[in-house]
């Protein structure tokens, strides 16, 4: 394949959020958290933008002082931040990451609903899917409506557009 100027390698739409991890124990030992970029596709992104690839994110995060972290943390990573939506109606969704003693990862998610899931088919930029190599996305953005039609209008716009998904 043969790559024009302002084509792009890979694209992703999903969830971006915030996840608060296990970081050791406070002085009254209760456990403490530490504030991590996350979600699976934006955390593709990233690898693959370190490696050089010209990458782009669809999603939305609240207008709140996660959803703002999340954006800057795209852009230093530089990835396209054209597809990400800000939502002044709901947050940035949350995750909160439990360790039982084997090291297992389990998660509660404060998202009822979060910033993710409101993703509309209006918010959809077709014309950036269109230059894409490749369209990646995560199952959770198949969870709930709206964004269930929201992934569904971009794998249609993929496959019209002979992307790879």
Avoid: W
């Avoid at 990233?46 to 002082?65: E, M, P, S, W, Y």
């Avoid at 995750?95 to 998610?109: E, I, M, P, Q």
């Amino acid at each position: 394949m043969v790559l024009v100027e302002n084509m792009l390698d890979v694209i992703a739409l999903g969830e971006l959020l915030i996840d608060f991890t296990p970081y050791g124990f406070s002085d009254n030992g209760n456990p403490i958290f530490e504030r991590n970029p996350g979600g699976a596709p934006a955390n593709v992104l990233a690898t693959l933008a370190r490696l050089g690839a010209r990458t782009a994110f669809i999603g939305k995060v609240g207008n709140d002082q996660f959803g703002m972290a999340l954006r800057d943390c795209l852009m230093d990573n530089r990835i396209d931040v054209t597809g990400l939506k800000v939502s002044d109606s709901v947050n940035t969704t949350l995750a909160f990451v439990h360790l039982n003693s084997d090291g297992d990862r389990t998660f509660s998610f404060y998202r009822n609903p979060g910033a993710d899931m409101m993703l509309e088919p209006g918010d959809i930029p077709t014309d950036l899917i269109s230059r894409a190599g490749i369209l990646h996305f995560g199952s959770l953005s198949l969870t709930d409506e709206p964004a269930r039609s929201a992934t569904l209008m971009a794998l249609e716009t993929a496959i019209s557009n002979n992307v790879v998904i």
